[in-house]
């Protein structure tokens, strides 16, 4: 495994912040309130006053965009996967760590691993509380984040918030108000930072991108999701399916049901996910579960994804609308 020491080296090197805002950027009106804030409103450098780089590395921000994460857009992927490219491309960047609102930060980095599976690391990192609280934490998530991005042998992209390191593929945010918002569920965290250094106690992400985008790359495919609930309808997949046999220009290419358990779906949504596939919309079954993963059977008449979680199978199918799975 890579880096078991986590030491870094002597080297002069660069550690690229590009901003996306967040509530890492977030400011309140009172200092005791860690709730009534506006996302998205410092800008990234100044999030970088009074962090000490580790010894060697030198800082360098961009803001990429400013947007509370719960407005993140195909647009901004698509630019952060490109001024990451740009700045991985350079010998002497050893990587690049993102400011990124905490409720898609999980979505953004399947995109960004998705599509480059970057052999530097890529840290996604964030904050539960504004910059202007009391306590903030996202000067100690954005330092432990430049240590990540400065580890020689990190690689793949990563999330690291309150001490802990996700991958892209496992990292889900599975609480609303604490500091510590993450789980990798089964697959457990890739590692740790623990004062100014890193323990990893899995393999960084590596492998190839699984799709390779096509240029140019124009409005994504929609892909839409539908929860499989207790008295779940067939309503709203028939009224999308109607859309597009009427010829909609931005009709939906691409459907994922929330499903229940092991991929199972009410039976009323499950005709109309079968009306949608026989129309040419593409449906995959992703389990509602935050753990484990769609256990296949030969009966199955509907695609299932596997182990991602709802919003990741989204990505996945829009990716592979959109380009040419490996
Ligand atoms: C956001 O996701 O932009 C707001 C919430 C957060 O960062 O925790």
Redesign the pocket.
Known sequence: MANQSGSLTDTLRRVIVLGT????A?RAARPGDNIGYS??EVGVAELLAGIDAPAGVTLHAEQVAQ????DMEFTIWLALALRCEHWLAMDDVAGVVIT??????EETAFFLQSVMAPGKPVVLT???RPASALSPDGPQNVRDAIVVAATPGARGVVAVCAGTIHTALDVRKVHPYRLD?FSSGDAGALGYVEEGLVRPVRDWPGGEPTVVLKSPIGAPPRVEIVTSHAGARGAVVDALVRERQAGAPDAVQGLVLAATGNGTLHHDLEAAAMRAQEAGIVVLRATRCGDGRILPKPSDALRDAGGLSPVKARISLMLELLGTVR
């Open positions: 805002g967040g509530t890492i977030g996302a998205a947007v509370d994460s719960k990124h609102g905490t409720d898609t930060l964030c904050a539960m918002p």
